[in-house]
């Protein structure tokens, strides 16, 4: 090839247009954060040895609890889970995820679990992908990959849930009922959005004071009792407005829609 020929090339727009291409996809590699949830120590040294070489910072957890305390909106790009945890599965650090942050990462689930009915439910919950164990090398990169240029160019955050006259906006943590917006501290606003999110399904207090609270401790499940009867109140959760949160004895709380 003549030098006269590879100039022009060089200069043409086409050209111009796959380096700029190439540089946003390595750009967005280098920079990308991932917080990596996985307790088998022998597995996640793989995984680690696999996204570094393709240029991604990573944060290994083995505990969700650690994860959780160590999360801020800013610090991770992405969040590769397993699904089975000691301490609490990666299917409630997710949902205690989203009720914690404005504008959640992008989760990706790398698990065992090959059930249909897991992936659905999990899909479903919130998750962005689902990649069944084992996974080759290629595949993970080139799933973790795609999901962080898809979401580099999404807005997820306006975000307005609604259920009947009450509305629940989670960007902004305003509720209201009627147009009529409700007073809530930033735990209720997230007990309430949690039950919403997971209405007709039985909650047990630990499991909430995991979610909502970040803690694994039932020494301090009172706390629950108490913003359960705020909630009530403040968003008239009773039948004759409609719903029924119910205290289920010795197990938890359910969030139904009265008849």
């Not at 205690?96 to 059930?115: H, V």
């Not at 439910?121 to 080759?136: L, Q």
């Not at 999404?154 to 960007?171: R, T, W």
């Amino acid at each position: 090839m003549s030098l006269g020929l590879l100039a022009d090339m060089l200069a043409s727009s086409k050209f111009q247009i796959i380096m700029s291409k190439g540089r946003r996809i390595l750009e967005l590699v280098k920079k990308a954060r991932i917080a990596f949830l996985e307790d088998d120590s022998t597995y996640a040294d793989l995984i680690i040895e696999w996204l570094s070489s393709a240029g991604y910072e990573v944060k290994h957890f083995t505990l969700s609890l650690d994860f959780l305390r160590n999360f801020s909106d800013a610090q991770y790009d992405l969040c590769l889970f397993d699904f089975m945890m000691p301490d609490m599965s990666g299917l409630d650090v997710m949902g205690s995820l989203k009720l914690r942050s404005n504008k959640a990462p992008p989760i990706i689930f790398l698990t065992a679990r090959s059930d249909e009915e897991d992936i659905v439910h999990v899909i479903e919950s919130g998750a962005d992908d689902y990649i069944v164990k084992p996974v080759s090398r290629p595949v993970l990169l080139a799933r973790i990959n795609a999901l962080l240029r898809r979401t580099s160019t999404e807005n997820k955050n306006n975000i307005v849930s609604e259920f009947g006259p009450l509305k629940i906006d989670s960007q902004q943590r305003i509720v209201t009922i009627d147009g009529q917006e409700v007073k809530l501290t930033d735990k209720e606003f997230d007990l309430a959005l949690y039950f919403l999110r997971n209405e007709g399904a039985l909650l047990s207090r630990v499991h909430l004071m995991q979610v909502v609270w970040g803690s694994s401790s039932d020494v301090e499940t009172r706390k629950v009792d108490v913003h359960v009867s705020h909630l009530r109140t403040k968003l008239k959760l009773t039948p004759e407005f409609g719903w029924k949160l119910t205290s289920i004895y010795q197990q938890g709380y359910r969030l139904e829609r009265s008849q």
